[in-house]
């Protein structure tokens, strides 16, 4: 026999269906070939910021041999990480997070990290080469054990997006009898049209 009031106030977790548990485990999937495409677009970024780098550190050295670095007056672009994202008009961090692949990146700043260092945007963009593609696969090995550790399932997953519905369901605004009466409204407004 429970105790009394055993069991008051706690929320059983609904079990997720089959199809929950699908959606979720595709999800995970999809999020984590994203963080991979996140890693290699940071990766390229570096490499293309370093080739950029040391391109203009040579034309430095070829103008300083000449002398002509004082006569014209102009320097190469800075391409260290703060150099470009001080030109971008965004905080080093920020682009530090990108080049680790800790934060996504949309296409319109690729397209402008691409310009920033004299660059398409397919460069960044492009699809991934045969060692390339070994990498994102680490990436995603690195999640997925990471995950294991921590014991993250598809299925659990689906239960706790099924409970967040079931409490957005319960604590939405609309009681019952708020949804009943709009309810009768729109039978009575499709009612009235033919």
């Known amino acids: 026999m429970p105790k009394p009031g055993a069991g008051v106030g706690k929320s059983t977790r609904p079990k997720p269906t089959a199809t929950e548990v699908h959606k979720a485990a595709a999800w995970l999937k999809v999020a984590d070939e994203a963080k991979a495409w996140d ?8 490499q293309l910021r370093e080739t950029r780098r040391q391109e203009a550190r040579a034309a430095e050295e070829r103008a300083a041999r000449r002398g002509l670095g004082l ?11 703060s150099g470009v994202a001080s030109r971008l008009g965004f905080s080093q961090s920020w682009l530090a997070k990108i080049e680790q692949g800790n934060r996504s990146l949309t ?9 920033g260092l004299n660059a398409t945007p397919d460069v ?12 994102m696969d680490r990436v995603v090995r690195d999640i997925q054990r990471a995950r294991a550790r921590e014991g993250i399932t598809a299925e659990q ?5 099924a409970d967040a519905q079931n409490r957005r369901m319960r604590s939405s605004p609309r009681s019952r ?18």
């Not at 006569?71 to 990480?81: A, H, I, N, Y």
């Not at 997953?157 to 997006?161: C, I, N, Q, Y």
Request: no cysteine; aromatic share 4%; glycine share 6%.
């Open 39 to 46: 890693w290699l677009v940071g990766r390229r970024i570096q």
């Open 71 to 81: 006569v014209l007056g102009e320097r190469p672009k800075d391409f260290s990480q």
């Open 107 to 115: 296409v319109f700043e690729a397209h402008h990290i691409a310009q």
């Open 124 to 135: 960044l963009l492009q699809a991934p080469s045969d060692e390339e593609r070994k990498g």
């Open 157 to 161: 997953l689906a239960a706790v997006r």
């Open 177 to 194: 009898r708020e949804q009943e009466r709009m309810n009768a409204v729109r039978g009575a407004l499709n009612s009235d049209e033919s």
